[in-house]
């Protein structure tokens, strides 16, 4: 029997299973709502099995570094072996410790969570952040919403624990988690923040990534004012694998007091490796988009469909010669301001006021900022007002970034006053590209100087007249002319008036051999040899040698150098005579693979037969002369002295070498252009050094001359890849044909000559 003031527990009771049942069915609700779209769109199937990822395309060297990225993301993925077992396991510890005995959901996690409304930790699972990361992207701020974004998450990540593994869906956070400065996914992360790949990475590293993971930001270790979170999140991180038995107390306490040890390295497009190379690659790149569309004729993306590109350049060739462009040119570049001290038209010589204002206004027109400010209608005169306008700027110097002001204007003539180079080496059997630097500094000179600029090439076109006149009439390198001024009259060739070449320094007298000729760069003896063949046989001989004719006129002249052609061209001519005749196209993809590794593109080698075998080893032998008599003697160094067909030695030069070496300097008109040429049978690399415009030169032929411009850079790189064991550079001789008809051994090829080459007046030593 109750009573009126007996309180009605069964009332009670229903109210609360009522409350009970009702919440779940309003959960079971919310969570069909949410599968089937009412609080958002949901991942199909098919997304799901391909959630949508920017990758970045993948730059790849022939030593199997990755040397460059072009990317709207920063992210190339990895796979689950990919990643130590220390990385893994500091995830797991920190974010998710029931990773391996939930599915999807963290029951324990979310009930605690939500009794403490979120004060003890979050209850989002590495699953719900990665379907996040995938389909949620932006967190609401509106507590409703974000409710409702949860239960959506919480549906997503049920479907990826069944549509993925426990390791896979690692793998997914990891490479999508956006680690911020670039950092896209955690291989580039691991590159840009310790300079190594996610394998190598060190537990202590890890870890600072994994305390990343919270906020990128606020735990950013390369964040001055970040720092100290970075590390005590890190520490905790330590703390959270002790606890999961991954570590001990004492591997704890040494761990934290490590400090944050960096390799900070970012990853952009004008910083890092082969600047030059990849620009020029991502030219070709789009172009051989254009011609390839996917199979469901939709375009590739370069920058989001994580093609990779397989390179033939070498990434240890192409640091050495970053080196020896960095080291030489930097104390050129001394000397060259030096000699500008008292030069009142610096960096210009010979040229007028006037003739000065038109160069600098012509840059101001193909400047970047005159065409933008075009573009956008302003007035021509208030553009060029502008740049009369000083203005804070940074700006390049060899000694590092220059925090200054001045006007556009003046920023264009201080531009002018550097040096610039190209640079590339092949193998010239293959036609691989091992190294290319397009110039100085990609950041501040993007003009490339590899393919893109052409140059005047002085006497390293001379090769090709004498190759001619071996390969027509059988000529051998003892062969002698006189040594005498010479005039091929006018009508000749075409011709409108006499031409008559005159020797550097006005030397003349006596005979001299072709090997002579060559090695010591005699202007009047190359005519000679241009008259008795031609100048159209000699075009017609630099064309078969792969070099683009269509501006070369057939005239007498070009047996000088008068011709405008790039490194690029130079280097795979002068490379059929390594290869014994052969022309080899130069290339440097060597296949392009999508992200599942379905290959796209394989490189298949061109070749062309341009000189039989003997004359292309008797080129070789005119241009070991120059480097063992000539004007690229002083490769030889102080171990000259050891060799047979040395009396003295040429001291002063840090290269040393004695194995056998074809090459040929090269300098213009003016000291404009100064170059060096030189193979080895397995190895063609040519340099190029000038100013960006011909008036902007040294003032004489003492530091002007591609010995002492160009020669330095090819002699540092070779020392540095002959001291690398693990490269194969030939020191053997070039293969001599069998049953060789011509000779090549010249009475007198023992006697040293007392000054390295007409082209080098002056016997100097210069620490480059």
Wanted: some cysteine.
């Amino acid at each position: 029997m109750t009573t009126d003031k007996t309180p009605n527990y069964k009332k009670y009771i229903k109210i609360f299973w009522g409350l009970y049942i009702s919440g779940i069915m309003l959960v079971v609700l919310l969570f069909l709502f949410a599968s089937w779209g009412f609080f958002g769109e949901m991942p199909t199937f098919e997304e799901l099995e391909n959630p949508e990822t920017n990758l970045a395309t993948e730059v790849i060297s022939s030593d199997g570094k990755t040397i460059g990225k072009y990317f709207k993301e920063n992210r190339t993925p990895v796979k689950y072996e990919d990643l130590p077992e220390n990385l893994v396991k500091a995830l797991v510890s920190t974010e998710d410790e029931r990773y391996y005995s939930h599915a999807g959901i963290d029951a324990r996690g979310t009930i605690r969570a939500a009794i403490y409304l979120g004060e003890k930790g979050g209850a989002s699972t590495i699953t719900q952040q990665l379907a996040k990361l995938l389909f949620t992207k932006i967190r609401s701020d509106n507590k409703i919403e974000r409710i409702l974004q949860k239960f959506k998450e919480w549906v997503i990540a049920i479907r990826l624990e069944r549509q993925y593994t426990k390791q896979e869906i690692i793998t997914m956070y990891l490479n999508k988690f956006d680690f911020i400065y670039q950092a896209d996914g955690i291989r580039s992360a691991s590159r840009i923040y310790f300079g190594k790949e996610p394998k190598q990475l060190e537990v202590h590293e890890s870890a600072v990534l994994v305390a990343m993971l919270k906020n990128p930001t606020l735990y950013n270790p390369h964040i001055d004012r970040f720092k100290e979170n970075s590390k005590q999140r890190r520490n905790q991180v330590f703390v959270q694998m002790q606890r999961n038995d991954h570590l001990n107390e004492k591997q704890v306490d040494s761990l934290q007091q490590l400090a944050l040890d960096l390799n900070y390295s970012p990853e952009q497009h004008d910083q890092g490796m082969a600047t030059y190379f990849r620009a020029h690659l991502r030219e070709y790149l789009q172009d051989w988009i254009d011609e390839n569309p996917k199979p469901d004729g939709t375009e590739y993306s370069l920058y989001s469909d994580g093609i990779k590109v397989f390179t033939t350049i070498d990434s240890r060739y192409q640091q050495y010669a970053e080196t020896a462009v960095d080291k030489h040119m930097k104390n050129l570049q001394k000397v060259f301001d030096e000699k500008n001290e008292r030069n009142s038209t610096a960096p210009f010589r010979d040229v007028t006021p006037e003739e000065i204002k038109r160069i600098i206004n012509r840059e101001i027109k193909n400047s970047d900022r005159y065409r933008d400010m075009l573009e956008k209608g302003i007035d021509k005169e208030k553009i060029m007002a502008s740049f009369e306008k000083r203005r804070k700027m940074k700006v390049f110097s060899w000694n590092g970034t220059i925090d200054t002001t001045m006007t556009p204007r003046d920023s264009i003539r201080y531009y002018k006053s550097f040096l610039n180079t190209g640079m590339m080496s092949m193998n010239p059997q293959s036609g691989a590209i091992k190294a290319w630097v397009g110039g100085i500094n990609y950041k501040y000179f993007k003009y490339e100087h590899v393919k893109q600029a052409q140059r005047q090439v002085g006497s390293t076109f001379k090769p090709f007249v004498y190759a001619t006149a071996i390969d027509q009439l059988n000529l051998s390198p003892c062969y002698e002319l006189p040594n005498t001024r010479f005039t091929i009259p006018k009508g000749k060739f075409g011709l409108l008036e006499d031409w008559s070449p005159e020797n550097a320094g006005n030397e003349y007298g006596g005979m001299k051999s072709l090997k002579q000729a060559l090695a010591e760069s005699i202007n009047t003896i190359t005519a000679r040899v241009m008259d008795k063949v031609g100048p159209t046989a000699v075009v017609n001989m630099v064309d078969r040698l792969g070099v683009d004719t269509s501006d070369i006129k057939a005239y007498p002249s070009i047996a000088l150098g008068t011709a405008d052609l790039s490194v690029y061209e130079m280097v795979a001519a002068y490379s059929t005579f390594a290869n014994k005749g052969v022309y080899t196209e130069p290339y440097f993809v060597t296949r392009i693979e999508d992200k599942n590794g379905t290959i796209l593109y394989q490189h298949s080698p061109r070749t062309k037969d341009v000189l039989n075998k003997e004359t292309a080893y008797v080129a070789t032998q005119l241009l070991e002369g120059v480097t063992r008599f000539g004007s690229g003697r002083r490769l030889r160094g102080t171990y000259a002295k050891n060799l047979p067909h040395y009396k003295k030695a040429v001291t002063g030069y840090p290269y040393d070498f004695e194995n056998p070496i074809a090459g040929k300097t090269g300098t213009t008109q003016n000291q404009s252009d100064g170059w060096f040429i030189g193979m080895v049978p397995n190895l063609t690399t040519g340099v190029w050094v000038g100013g960006q415009d011909r008036s902007v030169r040294f003032p004489s032929l003492t530091y002007g001359q591609g010995a002492t411009m160009a020669l330095p850079i090819w002699g540092q790189y070779m020392k540095d890849l002959y001291k690398d064991e693990k490269i194969q550079v030939s020191r053997e001789d070039f293969e001599k044909p069998e049953n060789l008809s011509i000779k090549v051994e010249c009475k007198g090829d023992d006697k040293n000559e007392d000054d390295d080459g007409k082209e080098q007046t002056e016997e100097y030593q210069v620490d480059f």
